[in-house]
């Protein structure tokens, strides 16, 4: 995904990106709620933008035509104003059966299979398809908490994309807070909204409290939510609301589906 708008510029994400993206990573949560939650654990402190680079080397490694990660590039000044990473399923069926092709995912899994390609290792941050919650009796209240949103998560996936499903989804999408207003956003989801559309495929996406707004501009509809009473978590570990607050107050995840526009 490479173009060119006016005043800024598309082109893909390259190693020497990373640390900008990191810290535009880092930015774009800076006032997320339940990420700051997860940030106060008072032993195990979640560090956002410290998992990106991480993030970003496994999205690199995946094979060409399963992510694609692109920067909006301010033309004045050369700076980096954000990026969008979408994920594409939109291989047409090959009659491969499902157990055929678990049964080749094993064996790259536990390196038998032929040749020098290996599977991927997932990021510690994300949360795989094949995720099973194991309610572990030695977890803290936020881990237990972690359980229920990855769960949560994996159980969307499952529904939303069966074996032989074709669409689109955002892994994720940030602008620098300084850029946002200018419609880079806009510029960023459409990258793949046009393509979806011209694959006549839908979109999904798990929603962030402060990205709603950005996708349902972009033609997402609610398909499923998650709501956390944050307080109650943080509760149960004397985790205290931030300064100038009385309430950590409820926060709402968002699964959203956008279907493909017609031609």
């Given at each position: 995904?490479?173009?060119?708008?006016?005043?800024?510029?598309?082109?893909?994400?390259?190693?020497?990106?990373?640390?900008?993206?990191?810290?535009?990573?880092?930015?774009?949560?800076?006032?997320?709620?339940?990420?700051?939650?997860?940030?106060?654990?008072?032993?195990?402190?979640?560090?956002?933008?410290?998992g990106m680079?991480?993030?970003?080397?496994?999205?690199?490694?995946?094979?060409?035509?399963?992510?694609?990660?692109?920067?909006?590039?301010?033309?004045?000044?050369?700076?980096?104003?954000?990026?969008?990473?979408?994920?594409?399923?939109?291989?047409?069926?090959?009659?491969?059966?499902?157990?055929?092709?678990?049964?080749?995912?094993?064996?790259?899994?536990?390196?038998?299979?032929?040749?020098?390609?290996?599977?991927?290792?997932?990021?510690?941050?994300?949360?795989?398809?094949?995720?099973?919650?194991?309610?572990?009796?030695?977890?803290?209240?936020?881990?237990?908490?972690?359980?229920?949103?990855?769960?949560?998560?994996?159980?969307?996936?499952?529904?939303?994309?069966?074996?032989?499903?074709?669409?689109?989804?955002?892994?994720?999408?940030?602008?620098?807070?300084?850029?946002?207003?200018?419609?880079?956003?806009e510029a960023?989801?459409?990258?793949?909204?046009?393509?979806?559309?011209?694959?006549?495929?839908?979109?999904?996406?798990?929603?962030?409290?402060?990205?709603?707004?950005?996708?349902?501009?972009?033609?997402?509809?609610?398909?499923?939510?998650?709501?956390?009473?944050?307080?109650?978590?943080?509760?149960?570990?004397?985790?205290?609301?931030?300064?100038?607050?009385?309430?950590?107050?409820?926060?709402?995840?968002?699964?959203?589906?956008?279907?493909?526009?017609?031609?």
């Open positions: 995904m490479s173009s060119t708008t006016s005043t800024f510029t598309f082109s893909p994400v390259v190693p020497v990106d990373v640390p900008a993206l990191t810290e535009i990573s880092g930015l774009g949560f800076a006032n997320d709620r339940h990420t700051l939650l997860k940030t106060a654990h008072p032993t195990r402190p979640y560090d956002h933008a410290g680079p991480e993030s970003f080397e496994y999205w690199r490694s995946l094979p060409p035509g399963k992510l694609e990660v692109t920067k909006a590039v301010d033309n004045e000044t050369g700076q980096i104003m954000g990026f969008v990473c979408w994920a594409t399923k939109l291989n047409k069926p090959d009659g491969q059966s499902a157990q055929q092709k678990e049964t080749q995912d094993a064996s790259t899994a536990d390196g038998n299979a032929e040749g020098p390609e290996r599977k991927p290792k997932l990021p510690a941050s994300a949360t795989p398809p094949d995720y099973v919650k194991t309610t572990s009796p030695d977890l803290d209240p936020l881990g237990q908490l972690e359980e229920l949103t990855s769960a949560h998560f994996a159980d969307f996936q499952k529904r939303m994309m069966p074996e032989g499903t074709r669409c689109m989804y955002v892994v994720g999408i940030t602008v620098h807070p300084k850029f946002q207003g200018r419609g880079v956003g960023l989801m459409r990258l793949g909204t046009q393509r979806a559309d011209a694959e006549g495929v839908f979109c999904w996406v798990h929603s962030s409290e402060d990205g709603y707004a950005l996708y349902r501009k972009c033609g997402f509809e609610i398909a499923d939510t998650l709501e956390i009473d944050l307080d109650e978590w943080a509760r149960k570990m004397d985790i205290k609301p931030p300064m100038g607050d009385e309430k950590w107050g409820k926060y709402t995840f968002r699964y959203m589906v956008r279907q493909p526009k017609a031609a």
